[in-house]
């Protein structure tokens, strides 16, 4: 019994474990004590909202999607940005971070995904970095490109020094220039900690529980604009696993991805380039698989009483509105790609080149949508079971 919890003792990774107990703790006493005798701050507030967004942004854009994915490329400022904020939002240097994240993607749901929800929320959401794994050492075989980097590995190598001096020594410093060091200290260090970190947490584990599975069914990771919302966008998860290397989570026109949308920016600006986009066709065309396998289930759950004949009538159906979706994904892929080229060329009659291919892009954007209408609509009726099939 004794070695039983000794061993199990012996496992726990108390660096990580003290930190992640004790911000919370220290930021509930602390930041009520200080709230009752100071208040809020106007400039308190200000440092905790760029704080958030500078390291929680660093590791969606950066440590997830360019370094883990190479989803696109930016320029060494970006990169060092991303390598000092994202060391400050304490989840571990870029090369432990995306070995992981790597691992994750490649053995998802399985025993060697270090956060497999598989073995609960609690374990998927935090508990996994509680405990030291003994029997394997760090295994960096994974991330050779990332290892090629000095700047890379200057960060794994100095990472504590760059966190606390990041993290807590320059809120206080930039506090001490306004007479509030420990305020800012509570709200850009303490505050901010907990919040980015449980926010990343939540893609490991809420993302992996709630919402739909329209890309790929046979995976736990789920689409939900709920967590997208806690997670800086990272919540179309469904999506991001089964094309992980598109810079874009929320793949829809409407969905909440800021992280996208900085990566759009900073290329509009020249900092980041070769944004890597699936096909649309492709992404049609995992949807399809996926309305199909449902339909198929849905086909064998009633298929008694029927005769095969009927089911092959309803198959029919379905078939032809899947086709006419899938012109319509190929043809609206051939205008993407003419924008994309237009884009590229500075001739004279550059604006109305332009003019010519987004007008045309709109109109196959229509196409696909009123396809994808027609589609979704059959796909609900054969779901609610109110498709008639046709006696014999
Ligand atoms: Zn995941
Ligand atoms: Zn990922």
């Known amino acids: 019994m004794e070695a039983t919890t000794g061993s199990r003792l012996h496992r726990i990774n108390w660096v990580t474990t003290l930190f992640l107990v004790l911000t919370p703790l220290v930021g509930l006493i602390w930041g009520a004590l200080h709230i009752h005798a100071m208040g809020v701050g106007a400039s308190e507030v200000a440092v905790f909202f760029f704080y958030v967004c500078a390291t929680g942004f660093s590791i ?30 304490f989840q571990h240097s870029v090369l432990s971070w995306c070995s992981d994240h790597r691992r994750h993607h490649k053995h998802l749901d399985h025993d060697d995904d270090p956060y497999s929800i598989t073995r609960g929320f609690f374990w998927a959401h935090m508990g996994w970095l509680l405990v030291t794994d003994h029997k394997k050492a760090e295994d960096f075989s994974n991330i050779p490109d990332l ?11 100095y990472y504590v020094p760059i966190s606390v001096f990041m993290g807590f020594v320059v809120p206080f410093a930039l506090g001490w220039t306004v007479g509030h060091p420990w305020g800012f200290v509570l709200w850009a260090g303490i505050f901010r900690v907990v919040l980015v970190h449980h926010s990343t947490f939540l893609v490991n584990s809420l993302a992996h529980r709630i919402g739909s599975r329209p890309y790929l069914r046979a995976i736990t990771a789920r689409d939900s604009m709920i967590t997208a919302f806690l997670t800086f ?22 969905a909440w991805d800021p992280t996208k949308w900085i990566i759009r920016g900073l290329e509009m600006v020249g900092l980041a380039w070769d944004l890597r986009r699936v096909p649309t066709e492709s992404i049609i065309a995992a949807q399809l698989d996926c309305d199909s396998e449902r339909v198929s289930e849905r086909l064998a759950e009633r298929v008694k009483g029927h005769s095969e004949h009927a089911l092959a009538h309803v198959r029919e159906r379905f078939a032809e509105v899947a086709a006419s979706v899938q012109r319509a994904a190929a043809a609206l892929t051939v205008r993407e ?17 332009l003019r010519r291919v987004r007008a045309e892009l709109r109109a196959a954007r229509l196409e696909m949508q ?14 609610d079971g109110s498709v008639a099939l046709p006696s014999t």
């Open 60 to 89: 969606t854009t950066g440590y997830h999607r360019h370094f883990s994915h190479g989803s696109y490329e930016c320029s060494r400022i970006v990169k060092v940005f991303y390598l000092l904020f994202g060391a400050a939002a």
């Open 233 to 254: 966008g990272e919540g179309y998860h469904n999506f991001h696993h089964r094309f992980a290397t598109d810079y874009r989570n929320g793949v829809a026109r409407g």
């Open 147 to 157: 290892l090629a980097d000095p700047w890379i590995r200057w960060q794994h190598d």
């Open 337 to 353: 790609r003419e924008l994309a080229e237009a884009r590229k060329q500075w001739g004279r009659d550059r604006a109305d080149q």
């Open 370 to 383: 009123a396809a994808r209408v027609r589609w979704q609509a059959v796909v609900r009726e054969l779901l």
